[in-house]
């Protein structure tokens, strides 16, 4: 059962337009998010997050929106670049079915690419 | 410079072998996992440790081992019971394990062949 969905393998932008990433989750407990943006062959880096009390986070050209109601998240870009284009990993984080430890579940990613 | 290094960059098995797989942080982070990512697939978590001497299994421990004797390593060792170990091995830290805002760095990863 996969509690992190992103239903995009992919996305293709021009350079300069806004890229949007989207992400569902089915567990209620979830109550932070991350995004992070991997090259191949390395390892994941952290993007940006949100807390479920928010609905809104910005750095600079990323955005992230939390729809708790939806149980969606998404990332908007703006404006695009080249070196956006990676995979982008939707995360979050919450108790597990045991009891108090936190960990992360990951969706499956979606391939950005950006067009010059 | 602070981070996590995870060596070798590419590990080679032959039937039946176990192989282990460095993981290394100098951030001095309390909490350290090891993911595995599959083509198409999002990571999945083999096993993680909050503290020395502790780990806990993740969603697919079968056929991996673990140990967490010092607070900067953790080390994978892949079994010969697993019987597709062909993936991409990735190993996190956190600076606070069991809090909401976890966030994790990762190492540049270990990718796995079968011979």
């Known amino acids: 059962d996969q509690q992190v969905k992103q239903n995009s393998p992919s996305l293709s932008v021009q350079e300069g337009r806004i890229s949007i990433l989207n992400c569902d989750y089915t567990?209620?407990?979830?109550?932070?998010f991350l995004w992070y943006k991997k090259y191949p062959a390395e390892g994941p880096t952290f993007l940006i997050s949100i807390s479920s009390i928010k609905d809104k986070n910005e750095d600079g050209r990323f955005t992230v929106f939390l729809n708790k109601s939806a149980k969606h998240l998404s990332l908007h870009i703006v404006p695009s670049q080249p070196g956006d284009s990676a995979v982008y990993f939707c995360?979050?984080?919450?108790?597990?079915?045991?009891?108090?430890?936190?960990?992360?579940?990951f969706g499956k990613g979606t391939l950005l690419t950006v067009n010059p | 410079d602070g981070g996590i290094t995870q060596s070798p960059k590419y590990l080679f098995r032959k039937e039946g072998q176990n192989v282990t797989l460095s993981c290394e942080q100098n951030l001095n982070h309390d909490a350290m996992y090891w993911y595995r990512q599959d083509p198409g697939q999002g990571l999945r978590l083999i096993y993680y440790?909050?503290?020395?001497?502790?780990?806990q299994k993740g969603d697919i421990a079968e056929g991996y081992s673990v140990s967490r004797e010092k607070k900067e390593s953790f080390p994978l060792t892949v079994t010969s019971a697993q019987k597709n170990p062909t993936a991409f091995y990735l190993c996190?830290?956190?600076?606070?394990?069991?809090?909401?805002?976890?966030?994790?760095?990762f190492g540049p990863g270990t990718r796995l062949l079968v011979l």
């Open positions: 440790s909050q503290i020395v001497n502790d780990f």
């Open positions: 995360a979050a984080s919450g108790r597990n079915s045991g009891g108090s430890n936190y960990k992360l579940t």
């Open positions: 996190a830290s956190s600076i606070f394990p069991g809090f909401a805002q976890e966030t994790q760095y």
């Open positions: 567990n209620s407990m979830f109550d932070y």
